[in-house]
């Protein structure tokens, strides 16, 4: 039988943080050094749309092709895109206030609309859950801070994050979360798509090849 009592042990005084290795500083140092680069091959950017207020991303799948949609959310409203062309397919400015948000779902999930209407979609950004961090075929992402807050997003390929092999060669410094606070990134469930989502803005990048947009040749 536990016995309760109203007095609490006392608070211990932290120590000094340990330095970091010099296997640590050097890591480190790569880090820092390391530019934004565009993702390699196959990977092409489909998309920059700024969205104020984001809260958060989730990925959804088109009933009818199986493509990739991403669903954004944020203080403004809710928004659906395609993720192959990165085209804003659908939008609700005002979705419901009760049953609207993330927040108000235990499962973190919110109304989906446009063509995933009816269903609801798992979201990851500000109230907590999370994407993919692996495509299930060789590809990572891995978000690291050596100068925290700013966070920075790196894809590798087979291991190569960033443990061995150069930079731009086994592993990509693609993103750099300098100005917004990062809310999430990672790739969809068929792992043909990769997002970074900020407080300000969404990032796209797809290894599927783009399709003609109807009534263009």
Same mark, same amino acid.
């Given at each position: 039988m536990t016995k309760w009592t109203k007095n609490e042990p006392p608070a211990e005084r932290p120590g000094? #943080?340990?330095?970091?290795? /010099?296997?640590?500083?050097?890591? %480190?140092?790569?880090?820092?050094?390391?530019? =934004?680069?565009?993702? /390699?091959? /196959?990977? %092409? %950017?489909?998309?920059?749309a700024p969205v104020g207020g984001l809260l958060g991303i989730g990925f959804a799948s088109h009933?009818?092709?199986?493509?990739?949609?991403?669903? =954004?959310?944020? &203080?403004?409203? &809710? @928004?659906?895109?395609?993720a192959v062309t990165g085209e804003k397919i659908a939008r609700d400015r005002d979705p419901d206030p009760e049953d609207g948000g993330p927040d108000a779902d235990p499962a973190l999930r919110c109304p989906g609309l446009g063509p995933v209407a009816g269903s609801r979609v798992r979201i990851a950004g500000l109230f907590g859950g999370g994407l993919h961090t692996t495509s299930g075929d060789g590809w990572e992402l891995e978000a690291v801070a050596p100068a925290? /807050?700013? #966070? %920075? =997003?790196?894809?590798?390929?087979?291991? @190569?994050l960033p443990h061995s092999g150069p930079h731009g060669e086994r592993w990509w410094h693609i993103f750099h979360s300098h100005y917004s606070e990062l809310r999430a990134a990672g790739f969809s469930p068929s792992g043909q798509t990769l997002a970074v989502a900020t407080s300000s803005d969404l990032s796209l990048w797809t290894r599927v090849p783009g399709h003609r947009r109807s009534g263009q040749d």
């Open positions: 000094p #943080e340990p330095e970091l290795s /010099p296997y640590q500083q050097a890591m %480190r140092q790569r880090l820092l050094a390391a530019p =934004v680069v565009p993702a /390699p091959e /196959p990977w %092409r %950017r489909t998309a920059y009933p009818g092709t199986g493509q990739d949609l991403v669903m =954004v959310v944020s &203080h403004d409203g &809710h @928004g659906l895109f395609d925290w /807050p700013n #966070e %920075r =997003v790196l894809l590798s390929r087979d291991g @190569g």
